[in-house]
Nanobody, 121 residues
C-alpha cells in the first residue's frame, strides 16, 4: 500500500502565504504524477497543480502566477507553495499521486487525507 501524509495547512490572512507538503511512503517502485487538488464546501474537487516525474507542471488558471508545485523524486515528496492567498482559495487540499508498487505492475491512484486551508481576516 502507498500512504500519503500531508502537512502545512492552516489559517492565513488574505495576501498571505502557506506551503503544503506531502510525503509518500510504503511499497513504491516509482511515482509518475504528483498533484494537489482542492475541494471547497459545496463544490467539486478540482486540480490545483500537478507535476510529472520529469518535472513538467500544469496549473489551474486560478493558481497560475501565485502557486508553485515542486517535488523531490528521491524523497517522494511534493510541495505546493501558495502566495497571495485569497478567500476563494479556502478549501480542503488533497495530495494525489499515481504510483507503481513494483516493476511490471500497473499504476494506481492514491489520495491523502486532506489538509484544511482557510484564508480569512
Amino acid at each position: 500500500q502507498v500512504q500519503l501524509v500531508e502537512s502545512g495547512g492552516g489559517l492565513v490572512q488574505p495576501g498571505g502565504s502557506l506551503r503544503l507538503s506531502c510525503a509518500a511512503s510504503g511499497s513504491i517502485f516509482s511515482i509518475n504524477v504528483m498533484a494537489w487538488y482542492r475541494q471547497a464546501p459545496g463544490k467539486e474537487r478540482e486540480l490545483v497543480a500537478g507535476i510529472t516525474s520529469g518535472g513538467s507542471t500544469n496549473y489551474a488558471d486560478s493558481a497560475k502566477g501565485r502557486f508553485t508545485i515542486s517535488r523531490d523524486n528521491a524523497k517522494n515528496t511534493v510541495d505546493l507553495q501558495m502566495k497571495s492567498l485569497k478567500p476563494e482559495d479556502t478549501a480542503v487540499y488533497y495530495c494525489y499521486v499515481t504510483a507503481i508498487r513494483k516493476l511490471g505492475s500497473p499504476s494506481y491512484q492514491y489520495w491523502g487525507q486532506g489538509t484544511q486551508v482557510t484564508v480569512s481576516s
